[in-house]
Every structure is written in structure tokens, then in C-alpha cells.
């Protein structure tokens, strides 16, 4: 009896005899990576960016919490990356870890999902899974990568499988590794969900099955819109609650002792990381298709993106008190990764803060321990390296904005040797007249 291109497929996948291509090389992917190399499989990471290439194949990370042994480890392994997407003929399982950002006009930017699809489609063959781990809207994975699939003369279901399987990275968290993350996994037929069943089941402790791509590209908006929504709730809180010369930290701690029925959420300068600022406006802009306006989760996003502009109105404010404006101040920015303990830039709100000061004339510098020279960006240029924090360097600046909250800070180090503090994440609690809460 002859046996099944998905069968045959399967048992590789069982076998840990398939190989293993992930095509992005960032905070998804390498982690991937690394994962699927320590329990045996052969993995070939693509990307475009021949510097990244360059590392990895050296055995060094260029991701901060990400050790450089375990890429040396996975090299001994077997792993290599390369620019040369000739070589996805020779993977068994494609994997899809690249950007889905905004546009200018905050709507989704899908053209790196579609150009790597295009890019791969070229040397896929039959018998391979192809799986999307990317946050998008959902109708994405029917929409853009099947027809592509399609293209390249195979016939989903039968001699290719296509699944949606959002990534759920949480980077520098302690408490969680790829393996540990419980893993959404939807298929576009029930053959592909087996597959992509298959393709996962050895690298994650629990597989979480949905009925189809969509289920799983809603479940993923639908986590970080609730991480989103609730931020915004707070952030808006706060503004309310300094009007009312009310300490909103104060009120969420107390809140947080109710055992039941509320979930403590803490506001800030606004959100980063790659998906909770983004994903709300990847449902928006595809609910329009139907003819919604979801609300609810556009004033959170409102809200959100409006927490930079406070931070600088408090700034200006605070100045205002010392007979200084914000143009022609010097402003220091602590921390410019996206949250604490972690190099990640991704959607920083530090970093817009930082454009607004320089937009209205302030000179701005940063320190961040975790990230000693200003990394290249899509949408942001700043030729600057992390200064050192000496007492001699605070007393300097006119201003210091405390906008991630790294715990290597000293902060009554901070506290004793600035004139100025804009603390945006509630370090201090105590009243003091020269630090302004926002």
C-alpha cells in the first residue's frame, strides 16, 4: 500500500529526520531556532540581513538574552543561515517568522509576509508544511499565502500543508521559554492541522488545536488587543487620577488584592514590543471589510499612542517650573528598550519620545545598559551611544525622563543627582518636588 505525502511527511516529522527551516532570524525565529536544533533536528535559518547571517554562522547571538552557547551548540548541531533561499527545496518544513508592521497610516504592512511568500514559493515542492507564525489579520494565511502555494503548481491538503501558528515570545521572561508556551496551532484543511500537529508537537510541551487559520490568527489579536485594551484603560486612569493629585499606582496595588474578578495592569509612556501596539489596527483595519468599526479597540489605541505626547506635556511642565523651555534643554532618556531587562527596540514608546524632544528643539541623549549604541530602525535614526551615568552626567542634563525601568538602575542614585525627574513608570511614590509623576 502506498503511503501518503502527508503520512510520509509525518513520520519525518516524528522521526526528527525532516528538516527544519525557519525564514526570519529575529526575536521569533531564533528561538525557534535553537529549540528545534537541541532536540535534534537539522535546522537552516534564512534571512536577508548578511550581518545577522555573518553572527550566527560564527556561533555568536546578537540578542542579548539569548546566550552565544546555545548558537555555538546549535552550529555544532548543524544549523547554518544563509541568504540563499535556493535552499528551502531542501527543507521539509517552512517556517515564517517575519515583521508585520504599520504603515505610515497606521494600516498593516504586509509586505514582508508577501514578498518572503514569493521569495520561497519559487523552491517549495511537494511534501513540504509551510506555516505562518507572524501576527496578522485574520484571512491572511487563505488570503495571501494559499493562492501562492497554489502557484507553485501543489495542491494544499494533499502534497503541501499550509497552517497559521501565532508566536507567543516573550522575551527576557524568566518564567517562559519556547518550549514551555502552550502552542495555537490551525490548519487550512484538517490534513494540515495533523501536519502542523506534527511539525510542533516535539518542540512544545502542549499543542492548543483550533478549527482553522482564522481561529488562530483571531486568537492571537484577541491576546494582545486584552493586553492593549486594558493598558489603554489604566493609561487613561492615570491621567484622570493625576488631575485628582491621586497616586494610581497606589490605587492598582490596592486593587490588586481582590482575589478574584480584576487583573492588576500598570501604565507607562505607551506600549511596545512588536504586537500589542500593533495588533489592535491589524483587526480594525480588516473589520472594516465587514462593515465594523470596532470601537472599543480603536480608543484604546488612541490612548495608547497618545501617552508619549503626556510624558512631554509633564516634561515641559516640570521645565516650566525651573524657568526653562523644552527647546535648548538637555533631556536623558533612561532606558529605550520597549520594556525592562531586555535590548528589544521594537515599537519603543521611549524612542518616540525621544523624536518629540528632539522635534521640539531639546537635546536629547539616552543611557540603557541593555543597549549601548541606538540600533538601526525602520522609522527612526538617532546617531547616539548610551552615555555613562555618573552623579557629574545627571547634574548635567536639565531633565531626566525615566521611561523604561530597567532594575539595574540605582534609583535614589538617580533620585539624589538630578535636577529634574519625569518618572513615567511609577518608580518613585514619594512626593518629591523635583520629580514629576506621569
Request: aromatic share 8%; net charge negative.
Amino acid at each position: 500500500m502506498t503511503v501518503s505525502i502527508k503520512n510520509q511527511l509525518i513520520e519525518k516529522l516524528t522521526q526528527k529526520s525532516a528538516v527544519i527551516g525557519v525564514v526570519g532570524l529575529g526575536y521569533v525565529g531564533l528561538p525557534l531556532i535553537l529549540r528545534y536544533s537541541a532536540i535534534g533536528y537539522k535546522v537552516i535559518g534564512f534571512d536577508i540581513d548578511e550581518s545577522k547571517i555573518s553572527t550566527l554562522n560564527h556561533g555568536r547571538s546578537f540578542i542579548e538574552h539569548i546566550p552565544s552557547e546555545k548558537v555555538s551548540a546549535a552550529r555544532a548541531s548543524g544549523f547554518e543561515a544563509t541568504s540563499d533561499f535556493t535552499k528551502i527545496a531542501e527543507v521539509d518544513a517552512i517556517i515564517l517568522c517575519v515583521p508585520t508592521p504599520l504603515n505610515k497610516y497606521r494600516e498593516p504592512d504586509m509586505s514582508y509576509v508577501i514578498n518572503t511568500t514569493d521569495s520561497v514559493k519559487r523552491y517549495m515542492r511537494a511534501g513540504q508544511v509551510l506555516s505562518l507564525e507572524s501576527t496578522t489579520y485574520p484571512g491572511t494565511t487563505e488570503e495571501e499565502l494559499l493562492p501562492r502555494v497554489e502557484e507553485a503548481g501543489l495542491t494544499v491538503g494533499e502534497n503541501a500543508f499550509l497552517v497559521y501558528s501565532p508566536e507567543r515570545e516573550d522575551p527576557g521572561n524568566p518564567c517562559f521559554e519556547t518550549s514551555t508556551i502552550p502552542k495555537v496551532v490551525g490548519g487550512h484543511t484538517n490534513e494540515c492541522l495533523e501536519v502542523g500537529v506534527a511539525l510542533y508537537q516535539h518542540a512544545i510541551d502542549q499543542i492548543v488545536q483550533v478549527s482553522s487559520t482564522k481561529t488562530a490568527e483571531m486568537t492571537k489579536l484577541l491576546e494582545n488587543i486584552h493586553r492593549a485594551v486594558n493598558i489603554g484603560l489604566v493609561n487613561e486612569m492615570k491621567i484622570v487620577a493625576d488631575r485628582m493629585g491621586i497616586d494610581i499606582y497606589e490605587v492598582i496595588d490596592a486593587a490588586a488584592t481582590k482575589p478574584f474578578g480584576f487583573t492588576a495592569f500598570y501604565p507607562g509612556p505607551g506600549l511596545g514590543g512588536h504586537c500589542i501596539p500593533i495588533d489592535p489596527f491589524y483587526l480594525t483595519w480588516k473589520a472594516r471589510e465587514y462593515g465594523l468599526h470596532t470601537r472599543f479597540i480603536e480608543l484604546s489605541g488612541e490612548v495608547n499612542n497618545a501617552m508619549p505626547d503626556y510624558v512631554i506635556d509633564k516634561l515641559i511642565g516640570g521645565l516650566n517650573g525651573h524657568k526653562k523651555a523644552l527647546n535648548g534643554s538637555n533631556i536623558l532618556v533612561l532606558g529605550i528598550a520597549y520594556k525592562k531587562n531586555v535590548d528589544d527596540m521594537r515599537e519603543s514608546p521611549s524612542v518616540e519620545i525621544m523624536e518629540i524632544v528632539r522635534r521640539k528643539g531639546g537635546v536629547v541623549s539616552y543611557n540603557d545598559p541593555h543597549v549601548p549604541i541606538f540600533p538601526k530602525m525602520r522609522s527612526h535614526k538617532f546617531g547616539l551611544a548610551s552615555i555613562e551615568l555618573t552623579a557629574e552626567k545627571l547634574a548635567s542634563f536639565d531633565a531626566v525622563i525615566v521611561a523604561t525601568n530597567h532594575d539595574d538602575y540605582d534609583y535614589d542614585f538617580i533620585k539624589t543627582h538630578a535636577k529634574l525627574i519625569v518618572d513615567t513608570r511609577g518608580i518613585y511614590r514619594s512626593v518629591e518636588a523635583h520629580i514629576v509623576k506621569a
